[in-house]
């Protein structure tokens, strides 16, 4: 990973974890706590791919497994992020950018199902039983609503935000511009023309004169 990546990914990972640990941890919702910090392995996984997704989750997992109230086996939850930053990151659009809510929604529920499941099976696998207490569907259920409820306000940010910092050509046609606003995530997507985008267009006028 680059430079300006480690960096901007280790600051939100640490902003993420800090927000969760102190502000919705302890707003104590029934069920589970919103996953902030999924969400954010999700936005810098969609923007720069499975390899930097599986590294982002896993160190971010890692963090918050040693961060204190953590009070299952270091390394647990470390595994459930890498997984899912990697798989999140096999989906990344072209150019790190989405015009429409339907996929980063989506990849957020299937992420949130997937990741509650497998923390409470690697958990059951080391003895931990705390998920068949507080009921699995309902953890379920209200892991996928929350983490749902917050993807709007935090995915489409956090890729805008990486895109911005990125250096990578493929990025470029992307930085500026309306079509690079966060508000287009949760749009209908779609436009008028050929819908090649403005440089697959004017190379097929080109080609027509």
Not at 32 to 40: G, R, S, Y
Not at 166 to 178: F, K
Request: hydrophobic content about 50%; overall charge positive.
């Amino acid at each position: 990973m680059r430079v300006n990546r480690i960096v901007l990914s280790a600051a939100l990972v640490v902003v993420a974890l800090v927000l969760q640990v102190s502000v919705l941890a302890r707003l104590h919702l029934p069920g589970a706590v919103p996953d902030l910090l999924m969400l954010v392995v999700l936005g810098l996984a969609l923007t720069y791919g499975h390899v930097a997704g599986c590294l982002v989750g896993f160190g971010a997992g890692l963090l918050a497994d040693l961060a204190p109230p953590a009070d299952h086996a270091a390394g647990r939850y470390a595994l459930v992020l890498c997984v899912v930053g990697y798989a999140a990151g096999l989906l990344r659009p072209d150019g790190g950018q989405t015009r429409s809510a339907v996929m980063p929604l989506a990849v957020v529920a299937v992420a949130a199902i997937a990741s509650t499941l497998l923390y409470a099976g690697v958990g059951a696998l080391v003895g931990d039983t705390a998920a068949r207490h507080v009921g699995l569907v309902k953890l379920l259920f209200t892991a996928t609503i929350y983490d749902l409820l917050l993807a709007p306000f935090t995915v489409p940010w956090i890729m805008k935000l990486a895109r911005r910092l990125d250096r990578d050509p493929l990025a470029g046609d992307t930085l500026g511009g309306s079509g690079n606003s966060p508000i287009r995530w949760v749009s209908t997507s779609g436009r008028s023309g050929t819908g090649l985008g403005p440089q697959r267009g004017g190379l097929l006028k080109g080609l027509k004169k």
